[in-house]
């Protein structure tokens, strides 16, 4: 019948009802509905249809819903139905094998998982910038004389804009020019911000940081515009909405035109608040076009079809034309880095400050090659294990086939079982996942989260997909075995049918030469680590604070070094321009040989007289600085050994030498070579170098040398007297040992990360090896018993037993070795300083890898030798 | 006592069958229900009770004619039947000897 508009009842409701209810119900309860939903609907149609949707919910019970289960139709629900009750039955009847089974399959799959996560987290870097793949990043090849050739990330100032005008591939350009920490003043106030940065005003149109207030096309129009970070705004003003306050930065009063989101974790640039470029720049209309000193990033937008290597062609005439030096091609090449290359593939660039995180994109496909392991490994397990096991399912072969089951049902009823069992290790997965993340968050510094993986639809049905794939390329083999039985053979009693499996052993062989290799790697990895601990890099990293300077701490820095020097658990002060543990700059500079001046560009350093006592360098050759002679301060060098040698003077003490800016007739002396030490990290070779002392231009960092027994106090001691001296700027220091650490963290986290990934893969080996080492010892039972009879020892049984799999391992071992040193080999080819491959690594691997599996399978084989002979004998 | 066995709600719900008599279906059943028992209950809930007293054999039922109403679904009809009402009768005199049974004093609390 028609209801009057409004009351009708909703049909998708209805359908649904009729869908779920019972047949037999279904006619009088659907008018029943309706009667009452007409009724109602006279007082309000829509509380009818809020309480009509109640009612079926509430009629979805038992009693109600019809049978789903197949017996009346013409399905296989039936079938499939009692395929998951024999699977969940031989499930239980043996429990160990099956925990074997999901358990190294979840330990793979949740290795995979985390591995995922952590190339997900590493791949998201700078993909949130909608121009992404047309923004390219400005660096440099460097080959100066006199020092080793280097990538640079750092340009001149004149590059963006010039270049701008000049390619027409380029659509816009902006500039990056990091100030690091600045003094904020508002009134009264003082506040440090760490990392300001100034830009150019086309910035938030290239990049897309979000800006919360102000529109990105005008935010940093003008010198002295600025944009701040959500927190930097409420630090200052305690509220988000300081479009128009301003803030005095360097004299120069600022004023805030947007406010930014806080930069994610994943951008390779970080920084809190935005200036214009020119603010730093006031009185300097030639900004725009100066070159020379290399200083800051420079980032082009390119349109549609730029084509590099035509633009790479035109770069040496751009660059002699507006540097004006002819042998500028000589010392500077220039390319462009795509941004997305900028975090995973910018190992080679040293002078590379900006680059937030940025991580050694190699390791990202060791990990991904590594997490495929694991999961081959534990496929091989399942394979393996599940065939191993067909003799139990034999006769339930051999019965259905003989009530009519054809091999394709039965193949189906295997496969099922094991896509069950996948999707089962993949629950399992999700929560070991879960349960590990923040232990490995803690570990590798990242705060990885499953939820990534959940709120994106595909990629958990890439995860389900991948999931049902591995359960039905692990159960085919199996399958295929299975299914193929023949009735007759199988049910007249299975044990002489199987002989040694050839398809078996080699694939224990696979997953053992793939742990084998794996713990290879990792002794490898682990040595080398230990190496660039442990190795001397030619000056002390221990207990030494390096303290931050500012404008205050500058002034008065000759009082507050003798203040320093006064405590008793102060052992040294100095002051530097530069940190150890980078490549220092490089600067231009001249030695004078009787052929006349010659120009080379080594590292540079100006440095506090003590430098090197306080570092404890060594001298060669010569003396240090002193303040007895005046011209130490400007005219006196040390060099290291690779610049004496570079020089090749017979004896370079007393030679002259100085800054490219010094006169010819007025340089400075040579005073002392010291060795060889890594102010670089030890992926690099030790450059050439040269230090000096001015006393004038003010350090920017002091190291403070604490006595190692009494650290706390000497902390103590250094805040004390900072306070005394300093009263606008907190204070900000750091430990040099752990800003070493930092160097090597990439290095260190894929160390870990390589380890427990070998350990599970050994780990999940064992399993398997377990599992198969009961099975293939079950079945020779009776000739244990038999030679045990005849007089054979316990300790030959042993032998006998454990003989096979030693092969196996030994067979391993050939193949993994050769494969293992290629890859290892070519991971030290990272470092300059790198330890020799020791064949005796490979040894103790085999050894280690031997020892465990022994270990694994001697739990049955032991029971096996010991077991009393009557017992395996008196049934036959 | 025989096995049967029957619970409150069952009960109520025949009893009130028994009440409406010629008009024993969905709708009635459930509001007389409601009105006497002053709770509310859900179709679901009659629904499964009824089907189940059916199936015991306390009640049969039967089409209604087919009418312009209800979107034409016919109604179901209940009626007890005669072994329902026998075990009605039993719950009963199980009750009454049970009250029988209570000393007077106990219930003067």
């Known amino acids: 019948m028609a209801y009057p508009r409004d009351i009708v009842p909703p049909k998708q409701l209805i359908r649904f009802f009729r869908w779920f209810c019972d047949p037999e119900l279904v006619e009088d309860l659907e008018g029943d509905m309706i009667e009452l939903f007409e009724e109602r609907s006279r007082a309000s149609s829509s509380r009818a249809k809020t309480l009509l949707a109640w009612e079926i919910l509430l009629l979805f019970r038992p009693g109600i819903i019809r049978n789903f289960e197949g017996n009346k139709n013409l399905n296989n629900y039936g079938m499939i139905k009692n395929y998951l009750k024999s699977a969940w039955r031989s499930f239980m009847k043996y429990k160990t094998f099956s925990a074997i089974n999901i358990f190294s399959l979840t330990i793979g799959m949740a290795a995979c998982m985390v591995i995922f996560l952590f190339v997900k987290d590493e791949r998201s870097f700078d993909a949130f910038h909608e121009k992404k793949d047309k923004i390219y990043r400005l660096c440099e090849v460097q080959s100066f004389p006199g020092t080793n050739t280097q990538n640079v990330a750092l340009t001149m100032g004149g590059m963006g804009p010039t270049m701008a005008t000049e390619f027409p591939e380029i659509e816009s350009f902006t500039r990056f020019w990091n100030w690091g920490d600045q003094l904020l003043e508002l009134g009264e106030k003082k506040i440090t911000i760490e990392r300001v940065a100034g830009v150019d005003s086309s910035f938030f149109e290239i990049f897309d940081y979000p800006l919360i207030l102000g529109d990105p096309g005008e935010v940093v129009d003008e010198p002295l515009d600025a944009v701040v970070s959500e927190e930097v705004a409420m630090k200052l003003f305690n509220k988000m909405e300081v479009v128009g306050e301003t803030f005095v930065l360097d004299g120069d009063q600022c004023i805030i035109r947007g406010v930014m989101e806080n930069v994610p974790e994943n951008s390779h640039l970080q920084f809190n608040i935005l200036l214009n470029i020119k603010s730093a720049a006031l009185d300097n209309p030639d900004f725009d076009s100066q070159f020379g000193g290399n200083f800051l990033n420079t980032y082009f937008v390119l349109n549609e079809g730029a084509d590099l290597e035509n633009m790479a062609e035109r770069y040496p005439d751009y660059l002699s034309r507006n540097t004006g030096r002819e042998d500028v091609n000589e010392r500077y090449k220039l390319y462009l880095q795509p941004l997305n290359e900028v975090h995973l593939a910018s190992m080679d660039i040293e002078h590379d400050y900006n680059n937030h995180r940025k991580f050694n994109g190699t390791y990202i496909d060791v990990f991904i090659l590594v997490g495929i392991f694991i999961l081959i490994i534990a496929s091989l397990n399942f394979m393996n294990l599940t065939t191993a096991r067909a003799s139990n399912r034999a006769k339930e072969v051999g019965i259905r086939k003989t009530i009519g089951a054809i091999k394709g049902q039965l193949f189906n009823q295997f496969i099922l079982e094991s896509i069950m069992l996948s999707l089962m290790a993949l629950i399992f997965a999700i929560g070991l996942t879960l349960i590990a993340l923040p232990f490995l968050n803690a570990l590798i510094e990242r705060q990885l989260t499953l939820i990534s993986i959940f709120s994106d639809p595909l990629l958990i049905l890439i995860i389900l997909s991948i999931s049902l794939i591995l359960g039905i390329l692990a159960g085919i083999y199996p399958s295929l075995y299975l299914s193929s039985f023949r009735p007759v053979i199988v049910l007249k009693g299975f044990k002489s049918y199987e002989k040694k499996s050839l398809f078996r052993s080699s694939l224990i062989i696979i997953q053992f030469s793939l742990a084998l290799g794996m713990i290879i790697a990792t002794l490898v990895v682990i040595q080398q680590l230990t190496f660039m601990k442990n190795k001397d890099i030619g000056f002390t990293t221990d207990h030494i604070l390096l303290l931050d300077m500012n404008q205050q701490t500058r002034e008065k820095y000759d009082e507050l070094k003798q203040a320093l020097l006064n405590e008793s658990n102060i052992l040294g002060v100095t002051g530097s321009g530069q940190r150890l543990g980078n490549n220092l700059h490089q600067w231009g500079y001249k030695v004078m040989y009787d052929t006349g001046v010659v120009s080379v560009t080594p590292s540079n350093v100006f440095v506090d007289h003590d430098y090197l006592d306080v570092y404890g360098i060594k001298l060669i050759k010569g003396r240090t600085f002193s303040k007895e002679f005046a011209t130490d301060d400007g005219l006196a060098f040390i060099i290291n050994e690779s610049f004496a040698k570079e020089l090749g003077f017979e004896d370079p003490i007393g030679q002259k030498a100085g800054h490219s800016w010094y006169p010819n007739d007025s340089l400075g002396t040579i005073i002392g070579v010291t060795e060889d030490f890594n102010f670089n990290s030890l992926h690099y070779k030790v450059n050439t170098l040269s230090m000096v002392v001015h006393t004038d231009w003010g350090y920017s960092e002091m190291s403070i040398k604490l006595n190692g027994e009494n650290i706390e106090q000497g902390v103590k001691d250094v805040e004390r007297i900072y306070d005394q001296f300093v009263t606008d700027y907190p204070i900000d220091y750091k430990f040099l040992d752990s800003h070493f650490e930092e160097l090597y963290k990439s290095d260190v986290q894929m160390g870990s990360v390589i380890s427990i990934i070998a350990a599970l893969s050994i780990f999940i080996g064992c399993m398997g090896l377990f599992g198969l080492a009961s099975i293939s010892i079950q079945r020779r039972i009776k000739e244990v018993g038999i030679r045990k009879v005849m007089g054979a020892s316990a300790k030959e049984l042993v032998a006998l037993l454990s003989k096979n799999f030693t092969v196996m391992i030994l067979i391993s071992f050939v193949i993994a070795t050769p494969i293992t040193y290629l890859f290892i080999s070519d991971w030290l080819e990272n470092f300059a300083f790198r330890i020799q491959i020791d064949p005796l690594i490979f040894l103790a691997g085999g050894m280690i890898a031997l020892f465990i599996a022994l270990i694994t399978i001697s739990f049955h084989v032991i029971k096996a030798a010991n077991a009393n002979p009557v017992k395996s004998l008196k049934y036959e | ?109």
């Open chain 2, 1 to 109: 006592m025989s096995k049967v066995s029957i619970g409150e709600f069952e009960e109520i719900v025949m009893l009130t069958v028994a009440v409406l008599y010629k008009d024993a279906y969905g709708v009635a059943i459930k509001k007389d229900l409601e009105k006497r028992s002053k709770r509310n209950v859900s179709l679901g809930a009659m629904r499964t009770a009824l089907k189940r007293l059916e199936k015991k054999g306390f009640l049969t039922s039967e089409f209604g004619e087919v009418t312009a109403v209800r979107g034409g679904k016919r109604k179901r009809y209940f009626k007890v039947t005669p072994y329902g009402k026998k075990v009605l009768e039993q719950v009963m005199e199980t009750r009454k000897r049970l009250w029988d049974a209570i000393p007077e004093l106990a219930l003067d609390i």
